[in-house]
């Protein structure tokens, strides 16, 4: 299985990425997939979840109306819009896949734990 994110830059405060990963080696549409993110000294955060068919998303709070994250099954790939950056936004992120399963909760689905395939990650850096 191989994981890689794209779409990472420098980007100023209010302004707008896109992150793209795609994915190969799995049934892409059979996968629960998520992003991540980390900065130096602390953990990885969960930023946004989305179910196999893209029927369902989560957010964490601090990206909550910020941040849209979607799904194309037919290409392999997920995405994760960032609007109205913030310097606190500033990260390594990380896409995430684990086979789908119910009833995953909200600490479960944004939790880094319950993934079994990484990338390598995309750096995001957002200037004042």
């Known amino acids: 299985v191989q994981v890689m994110e794209s779409g990472g830059g420098l980007v100023q405060a209010g302004g707008s990425l896109r992150l793209s990963c795609t994915a190969s080696?799995?049934?892409?549409?059979?996968?629960?997939l998520s992003w991540f993110r980390q900065s130096p000294g602390k953990e990885r955060e969960g930023v946004a979840c989305?179910?196999?068919?893209?029927?369902?998303?989560r957010y964490a709070d601090s990206v909550q109306g910020r941040f849209t994250i979607s799904r194309d099954n037919a290409k392999n790939t997920l995405y994760l819009q960032m609007d109205d950056l913030k310097p606190e936004d500033t990260a390594m992120y990380y896409c995430?896949?684990?086979?789908?399963?119910?009833?995953?909760?909200?600490?479960?689905?944004?939790?880094?734990?319950?993934?079994?395939?990484w990338g390598q990650g995309t750096q995001v850096t957002v200037s004042s």
């Open positions: 995430a896949a684990v086979l789908w399963t119910p009833f995953m909760t909200t600490a479960e689905a944004l939790g880094a734990s319950s993934y079994n395939y």
């Open positions: 080696g799995l049934i892409f549409e059979n996968y629960h």
């Open positions: 989305i179910d196999r068919r893209g029927s369902s998303t």
